[in-house]
């Protein structure tokens, strides 16, 4: 009754992802989740609620409407915490439904309860109400995520000194937030709070952020931020926080300054969710972040009927790129072929404003030594920009001299996350600077900001002269 062939332990995009595609190929599939629903981070603190947030947000404070209307301008003038919950709650109910539903219609079987190894092909499950069952697979999938990073000199108490899960619950907007921290998802919350008119602090240990980037997207992202206020302190380590009487909260930094706030994020890192999986049963180890080496190609595990996918291997960390390493995962377990997934994957940051990114930066064009022409766009060059008001927003596109091939695209600005894709096709197609100048483009869109940066690029690189 209980041997599977492939048992999936946590239903994040890895997982659910993983244990469909199994089941789609006739396999008997369990998946193991301990949280209340299933979904992962991804459905329940992470990416979907931070993205509603930020809609939601966006949506009620007018901000796509200031460039017209002005910065005072709100569609609400009082936004509370609980404006912002609701719209949550709505959108997490809508996707557990879908994914229960994916689940019933593949055959997927779930259950609810805290796995944790037996053996290689065992895994105990306790379930809520404490009963204890053992399910056996020929193949199991380590799909558990990770969980916020919570030192111990950080003063947590869910009320003002948060994680990120916590963030979720709050009952009032705080009128000043430090985020610690300056990662995506610090930096995602510190602008989406800035949106709202919270007085926001971003502090950092390194006096850089998104390193990852191209520097010349960070430079514009960072003068927008300052632009309206929010206060960076890069280079500076939060050596205490400690909540004052007076019911707020003070973070002295290693440069003797102290920063007063009515709430504190602390979003400095994430570690993999392996602590209770009594890994060494299994004959497996993660690292000192919790984290789990895999074979980057296959995504299995220094045990060969063990696989890891997701957060819980690490870099990206994406839902995205979790969806497809569970995918790849499930199908050499059941011995199915997998085909590796394209080179260039996008890197989304839903900060406010968005950036996106895929392929090479010009920092690391530089570094290989490859000749190369950039072209630039910004949004306010479109028709489209006029129509919304948009005074800010940029498109960078990476040539190369030698092939004429893009070799990256990076965009800061009001839908740059979708807008990427459109690069992404171009760089996987191994497409070159003449598909942006003489492909059309609808009018007026924003897309056309890659023409006006192909032909920027396009100008300096010069014309191919025909062949006699
Ligand atoms: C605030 C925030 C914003 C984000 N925004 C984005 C974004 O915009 N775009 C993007 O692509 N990514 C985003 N991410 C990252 C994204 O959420 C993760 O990449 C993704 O959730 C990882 O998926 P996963 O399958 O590895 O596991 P997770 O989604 O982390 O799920 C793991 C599941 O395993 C369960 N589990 C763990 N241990 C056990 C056990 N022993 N037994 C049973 N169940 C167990 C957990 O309860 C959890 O439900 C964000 C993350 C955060 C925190």
């Known amino acids: 009754m209980n041997q599977y062939d492939l048992v999936v332990v946590g239903s994040g995009p890895a997982g659910r992802r993983g244990a469909i595609q199994a089941a789609k190929l006739g396999k008997k599939v369990l998946v193991v989740e301990q949280g209340k629903r299933v979904g992962g981070v991804s459905v329940h603190t992470g990416t979907i609620p931070s993205k509603t947030l930020r809609e939601t947000a966006l949506n009620l404070t007018g901000w796509r409407e200031r460039g017209f209307y002005g910065r005072a301008y709100r569609v609400k003038q009082e936004i509370s915490a609980e404006d912002l919950r609701r719209r949550l709650l709505i959108t997490l109910d809508h996707e557990v439904e879908v ?3 994916q689940f019933a219609r593949n055959r997927v079987q779930h259950i609810r309860g805290k796995a944790s190894f037996i053996d290689p092909q065992t895994l105990q499950i306790v379930k809520e109400d404490g009963e204890i069952i053992q399910v056996s697979a020929t193949s199991i999938l380590l799909a558990v995520g990770t969980k916020p990073f919570r030192p111990d000199y950080i003063p947590f108490d869910g009320k003002t000194v948060l994680d990120s899960d916590e963030l979720l619950e709050i009952e009032d907007l705080p009128r000043s937030l430090a985020v ?4 995506v998802i610090g930096i995602e919350y510190a602008t989406i709070f800035s ?4 007085q926001v602090t971003l502090i950092d240990p390194k006096s850089t952020m998104l390193d990852f980037i191209d520097k010349e997207i960070v430079e514009d992202f960072t003068y927008q931020l300052r632009d309206r206020n929010m206060k960076l302190h890069l280079g500076q380590k939060a050596d205490k926080v400690e909540r004052t009487p007076d019911g707020k909260c003070a973070i002295t930094l290693d440069s003797g300054r102290v920063i007063s706030c009515e709430m504190v994020l602390f979003a400095a890192g994430r570690m993999g969710a392996t602590d209770s999986l009594n890994l060494a049963a299994a004959g497996l180890e993660a690292d000192s972040r919790g984290r789990l080496s895999v074979n980057p190609e ?6 060969p009927n063990i696989y890891a996918a997701g957060d819980v291997v690490g870099f990206p960390s994406l839902a995205s790129t979790s969806m497809e390493q569970g995918r790849i995962a499930a199908r050499v377990a059941v011995g199915a072929i997998a085909k590796e997934p ?3 994957f996008p890197y989304g940051i839903y900060a406010v404003p968005e950036i996106s990114t895929c392929g090479l930066t010009e920092e690391e064009v530089k570094e290989r030594g490859i000749p190369y ?8 060059e479109t028709s489209r920009g006029h129509i919304m008001g948009l005074d800010s927003g940029l498109l960078k596109l990476i040539f190369s001299l030698k092939t ?24 996987n197609l191994k497409g ?8 059309t483009f609808n009018y007026p869109t924003l897309a056309e900001a890659y023409k006006i940066a192909g032909l920027d690029a396009g100008n300096r690189m010069g014309e191919i002269t025909p062949k006699a």
């Not at 949106?195 to 919270?198: M, N, P, Q, S």
């Not at 740059?416 to 760089?427: C, F, K, R, S």
């Open 99 to 101: 994914l229960e539903h």
């Open 180 to 183: 610690i921290g300056a990662g």
């Open 195 to 198: 949106a709202l008119d919270t």
């Open 298 to 303: 296959t995504f299995q595990t220094t045990v």
């Open 342 to 344: 394209p080179k260039f």
């Open 373 to 380: 022409e950039c072209g630039i766009a910004r949004f306010r």
């Open 404 to 427: 004429r091939r893009l070799l990256g695209v990076h965009i800061v600005g009001e839908g740059a996350t979708e807008l990427v894709h459109i690069g992404q096709a171009v760089l």
């Open 432 to 439: 070159t600077v003449e598909y942006f100048v003489e492909n």
